[in-house]
């Protein structure tokens, strides 16, 4: 492999850009679900280039932020070597490995958030808002690892922030109630089916540097627990969410709706309650980052047929 490939290969890293490809159905997801059909062609192209700068810049932001915490871990021999994990595809945290300079992953941060930040404002003044709100709560959320278990709070709202930033694109002024309703499902499946699962899967490491998570706080007695109703909550809500939009009403797509939240989120959670296994915490989360690609193909099918 040539030395540019195998840097742009460190610098996809960096930004996890297997599972922001896959974080970027939410947005698509949610514009669908509100416009009822396909936005025009240029909402669509400059939307969807937003998104891709927006969660590469975000996703690396988080390991820049991180970057002395996670040289830490690597040094103490903290970080294991996951091999199944969605986030690891190429390799987890390259710059506390000191694969890639700390200078060029903040140049290769500031590049797409300035991408980002103009494709937002294009599409609304207030998409731009968002995008920057929500890599000041990324930010916070990194520095607050040893503040208190809340800051689970600011990760729903950051992985939220892109499916409402695409409401605002095709609607400027969107009625806020089921607005609210998309937030809460989308907030409680971030919570329960990606952010608790990961930290479990991570509570070795985090209980030996002291970090704040729900796992290493509560134990896995209370956390299956609050993971489990999270799911339920936002397979609920995903229902809700269905029946308020133009589109999401039909009974194929609402049968095929839920059939993909109980097979993504409840049976792999599920299986996580029955027996409190580190492995299983990993596939929840593996699992849990489809359901957004496949609820966005049973949309794209509802509106075609």
Request: proline letters at 6%; a neutral charge.
């Amino acid at each position: 492999m040539s030395s540019v490939l195998l840097q742009l290969k460190l610098f996809f890293a960096l930004s996890r850009t297997p599972h922001g490809l896959l974080d970027m159905a939410t947005p698509a997801l949610a514009a669908l679900l509100w416009y009822g059909s396909f936005p025009p062609l240029t909402i669509t192209i400059l939307g969807l280039s937003t998104a891709f700068a927006g969660y590469t810049a975000v996703y690396a932001l988080n390991d820049l932020v991180d970057y002395h915490v996670d040289k830490k871990r690597v040094e103490d021999g903290l970080l294991p070597d996951i091999h199944n994990d969605l986030d690891s595809i190429f390799v987890r945290h390259p710059l506390a490995y000191g694969l890639l300079p700390l200078k060029k992953g903040l140049l290769w941060v500031i590049a797409w958030a300035s991408l980002a930040l103009a494709g937002s404002y294009l599409l609304n003044p207030f998409c731009a808002v968002i995008f920057l709100g929500s890599c000041l709560l990324e930010a916070l959320y990194c520095l607050l690892w040893k503040s208190g278990y809340l800051k689970v709070l600011l990760s729903g709202a950051v992985k939220t922030s892109g499916a409402v930033a695409a409401v605002f694109a095709v609607d400027p002024s969107p009625s806020l109630p089921p607005l609210l309703l998309l937030f809460l499902w989308l907030f409680f499946w971030e919570i329960g089916g990606q952010n608790i699962p990961n930290d479990w899967a991570d509570i070795e490491e985090d209980r030996v540097l002291q970090a704040s998570t729900i796992p290493v706080q509560f134990g896995p007695v209370l956390t299956k627990g609050l993971i489990f109703f999270s799911l339920l909550l936002a397979v609920a809500l995903n229902m809700v969410s269905l029946g308020v939009s133009p589109v999401g009403s039909r009974f194929a797509g609402v049968t095929a709706s839920l059939g993909a939240g109980i097979y993504l989120l409840l049976l792999p959670a599920y299986r996580l309650y029955r027996t409190q296994e580190r492995g299983q915490a990993l596939a929840l989360f593996n699992s849990a980052s489809y359901y957004p690609v496949a609820l966005l193909a049973v949309i794209i099918i509802t509106i075609i047929i």
